[in-house]
């Protein structure tokens, strides 16, 4: 029984290998922003960082700017997305689960991706990632009482495309030195790929990241030659199935 899930497992893993070998061929990507360039350990931080500077001067903004850290600096149980959460509906655990099937929704931890370019997608914050849940509903039981996961906090309406990409670089600009704008969440999702995810070894693990990130194989095996890297840590990394 155990040489039979053994196969199995060994001829899923030799296909998945066999799929980036031959995607890292022909996707061979440098940053052009090699000064927006930083680690990953440095950006997870700034979760911890952003929700102390909350805690000390509490603001609607800074609450936001909390959760955005959490949403996207979580690392492997919630890897960075793209310019989603903006479309995010929020809805109270008090209630039922909605069962929307067309809407992005938040309820009672969960995160549900039904408009998204990879179909479907529906996962628990579970207990790895009670701190983003625990974020989510302070921050809708201080200050965010309408129907959107998250808003501006001027206006009070949902986020813009342009404002939410600029919150996001406000969110990361603490990581850097003085002065430096930020970077966007297209920066972020290729610095996690270069940083952790080229590190995982469990093509299990491969498969649940590619999936968060909304990736399938094909698309998302990339390597980057980090910037700071010398020439022979520079030599081709391998990254699967996420970008």
């Known amino acids: 029984m155990y040489k ?8 899923e893993h030799e296909k998945i290998s066999a799929i980036v070998n031959e995607e890292l ?24 960082s952003w929700r ?19 949403l996207y600096l ?79 906090p001027k206006t009070k309406q949902p986020l813009t495309d342009d404002k939410y990409k600029s919150l996001v670089r406000e969110m990361t600009s603490p990581a850097f030195d003085k002065n430096h704008p930020g970077i966007g969440v297209r920066m972020l999702r290729t610095i996690f790929v270069t940083e952790v995810a080229n590190k995982i070894q469990d093509s299990n693990l491969r498969k649940m990241i590619s999936y968060r990130m909304g990736h399938s194989i094909n698309v998302a095996t990339q390597y980057y030659d980090k910037p700071y890297d010398n020439e022979k840590q520079s030599i081709q990394m391998k990254i699967t199935q996420m970008k």
Request: no cysteine; hydrophobic share 25%.
């Open 52 to 70: 102390r500077k909350n805690r000390k001067k509490p603001t609607e903004k800074g609450m936001l700017l909390a959760v955005l850290s959490a």
């Open 74 to 152: 979580s690392s492997n149980y919630l890897p960075p997305r793209r310019n989603i959460y903006r479309s995010f509906k929020f809805y109270s655990r008090d209630k039922p689960n909605p069962m929307n099937i067309i809407d992005n929704y938040y309820w009672n931890g969960n995160l549900y991706f039904n408009d998204t370019k990879s179909g479907q997608q529906n996962f628990k914050l579970k207990k790895e990632s009670m701190k983003i849940t625990r974020l989510i509903e302070e921050y809708h039981s201080k200050y965010n009482d309408s129907e959107w996961l998250l808003r501006d």
């Open 25 to 48: 061929q022909k996707n061979i990507k440098t940053p052009t922003q090699k000064e927006s360039w930083i680690e990953w350990s440095k950006l997870k931080k700034l979760v911890t």
């Open 4 to 11: 039979k899930w053994y196969g199995h497992y060994k001829l």
